[in-house]
Structures are given as C-alpha cells and as structure tokens.
C-alpha cells in the first residue's frame, strides 16, 4: 500500500468546524482508493497532536504546533521527527514562497522521495513587507526548490502561469474540490424566521473573514446601490475578521437597511441560508481557488464575484455564475438587479452551478485525478 504524505507549509490556522480543509477531503477519498496519507496542518490548540479518520484508518492529521515567521511563513519543529517515522513513496508541499515546502523538497533529494510542489498561490504578494520578503525568499532559496522539484500540481491556470513565470516546468493543472461531510445535519433551520426577514425579499449573502481582502465595504457600497435600484432585498453578511466593527459603522453611517451580521455558522447549518439566498456575493481581490465559492454553487446559489485565479476557472459567465473584471460598485449592482429582479435566472443560474459542482468538483471525482498523477510520478524513474 502506497503512503503519502500532503503538507500544508504556511503557518495559518483553519477551523475543522467553520473551513473545508482541501487536504482532508482529497485524503479521505485517496484512502479509499487504496492508499495511506498522512496530513499535515498546524495545530488548533497550539500543541502537536493527530487524529485518525477515512476509510480503515488510512488517514492520519497531524496537527502540528507551529512557530510563525513574517509573510505567513511557518516552522514546524515536529514535522521532521513524524517524517523520519514513516515510510513515504511521495510527499507534497504547498506553495513555492514557503521555507518549510523548500525544506521539505531537501529531506526528499536526500532521502530519495518523490517530492510533488502543489501550488496555489498565483501572484506575489501585494503587500510592501511581505513582497520585501518573496524578493528574499526568490533570491536565495528559489534557486534549490526549483532544483529539487522535478514534479508539480498547480490549482488553477493562474497557477500554473505563475511557476512557469518562475521557470518551472513539468506543470499539470488538477483542480480542488469541495468536501460535503461537514454539511450533515439532520434538522433545518428557518432562517427567514430567525432574522425576522419576509419572504418577499431576495437575499443577497456573504459568508466569509471580514478582512480587507475581501473588500467588505465595497460589498456594503454594492448592496446599497441595489437596494436603491429595488427595495425588495437585503443583506446577509456572516463572518468574523478585524474589520467587523468598522463595517457594521460603515453600514449605519450609509443608512443601509436590513443588513443582518451574523459573527459565525457553523457549516453544518449554512445549507439552509445558501438554499434560501438568490445570490452570493465575493468581492475579494486575490482568490486561490474558494471553497466557499463552491459551497454557494454546490447549494444552488449562483455567484457574483471578482475575476480572480479560482472563479475565472470554475465559473461560467452568466450562466451558472457572475465574474467582473473591476470593482465598480455600480456595475456589481446592475448585475445583482438585472439576475435577481430584470431577468429573474437566479434558480436557474444556480441549477446549471449545482450540475457542475457535482459533475466536476466534489473530492470523490477530483481526488481519483489526484490519484493517478501520483501512481505515474510514484512509478517514473
């Protein structure tokens, strides 16, 4: 039985109960096709722990305590220790910007591992401290990934565009996928009743950190607009972040009415608020893939969103989903009215993303490409 291990290098906590963790869900599919994987996430109590899950136990997270580094770098003094343990055919690590993936790609060329670079960061960073440091990083330790990497798996084509921009080659393009097992519930939730909203309005939703990424008040600019254009819709906004305060003001300062703010939910009561939404709304700048994005469509939500790496290659303009180039709020907002109110397409927009979520983007489809990719690099010489 082949043993894999799948490394999430950055030191950036995930939630088991608010985030659909791509790694787990590939994992869990990979067992049953016959494999042992090992995950490696930093930890969510701040101490190294792991969890057996998947089909007979094939699946072990280990949750590593972690030590942050600026520019989303992390180290994990445990990591090295739990490899030596084990016995792996192949072993992948996130992204080229990550000192523990550059790291990880050196235990391999010693030990003689297939080492996979997966990759899903599809620009430098934006910002001035954290591109100081990709200058750094790309000047002294680019150089010996680049030449311990003979394989790699990009996200989207963006990703891919990128490494070869960095001169890597032997790039094949497999998508994530949306893990659905957290979504299990046995009772439904009416939320109309809860939030006290009639069921003549439309909902527009966001479900998401409430950072500036994201652009939360552009999203505030863009609702209000459409309510100005038809009275009949509110706002949905869920999510927690440093800039909740700023935006819940922003929203009173703009007498913006009904917007309910929900600080979490957790996933397995969000189907019944996609289920009950006529659209979801995106607004962020620099997407990698979103999982919540699929989420929406899985749900039959469509859509609208910035033409980022994950949603240029998942989502079909104005057909299943709405992607817009800029961030002009008037333009975001005549399309919100002309789906939601002019044409009224949004059930059937949200139809044609539920058949391609689950024609093309659920784990049990997309790991069994994972799965071949590492048999052909776990078989080559």
């Not at 072990?60 to 180290?75: D, E, H, M, N, S």
């Not at 954290?130 to 010996?144: C, P």
């Not at 505030?220 to 607009?225: E, F, L, N, P, S």
């Amino acid at each position: 039985m082949k043993h894999i291990a799948i490394i999430r290098s950055a030191c950036s906590a995930v939630s088991k109960s608010q985030y659909n963790i791509q790694e787990i869900g590939m994992a869990k599919v990979l067992a049953e096709l016959g494999v042992l994987v090992d995950v490696f996430l930093i930890s969510d109590t701040g101490e190294t722990y792991s969890e057996k899950l998947g089909k007979e136990d094939r699946v072990t997270v280990y949750w590593l305590k972690g030590f942050k580094i600026p520019g989303q770098q992390g180290y994990y003094k445990d990591l090295k220790g739990i490899l030596d343990s084990n016995h792996y055919d192949l072993i992948q690590a996130l992204d080229d910007s990550q000192i523990t993936t550059v790291l990880v790609s050196k235990y391999c060329r010693k030990k003689g591992i297939k080492f996979v670079l997966w990759q899903g960061m599809y620009e430098n960073y934006p910002e001035k401290y954290k591109r100081m440091i990709q200058y750094v990083f790309d000047w002294t330790l680019l150089k010996t990934l680049r030449k311990n990497t003979k394989y790699c798996i990009a996200k989207t084509t963006s990703a891919k565009k990128y490494l070869e921009q960095k001169n890597f080659d032997n790039i094949d393009v497999i998508p994530v996928a949306l893990e659905t097992s957290n979504f299990s519930r046995s009772e439904s939730i009416d939320y109309r009743k809860k939030l006290g909203i009639s069921n003549e309005k439309k909902i527009l939703l966001y479900v998401g950190k409430v950072e500036e990424r994201r652009k939360p008040l552009f999203c505030i600019d863009v609702y209000t607009k459409l309510k100005e254009k038809n009275a009949e819709c509110c706002l949905v906004y869920v999510g927690q972040g440093p800039m909740l305060d700023e935006v819940r003001e922003y929203a009173r300062s703009k007498n913006t009415e009904d917007v309910y703010f929900i600080d979490k939910i957790p996933q397995n009561e969000l189907p019944d608020l996609y289920a009950e939404s006529s659209m979801f709304i995106l607004p962020t700048r620099y997407e990698i893939f979103g999982m919540v994005l699929m989420e929406a469509m899985y749900f039959g939500t469509p859509v609208i969103t910035y033409s980022a790496a994950g949603p240029i290659d998942v989502i079909s303009n104005d057909k299943d989903g709405v992607v817009i180039n800029n961030f002009n709020s008037d333009e975001w907002a005549k399309k919100l009215y002309f789906h939601m109110f002019e044409k009224n397409d949004c059930e059937k927009m949200g139809e044609l993303g539920k058949q391609k979520i689950n024609s093309e983007y659920l784990w049990p489809i997309v790991a069994e490409k994972y799965y071949d990719k590492y048999m052909e690099i776990i078989k080559s010489e």
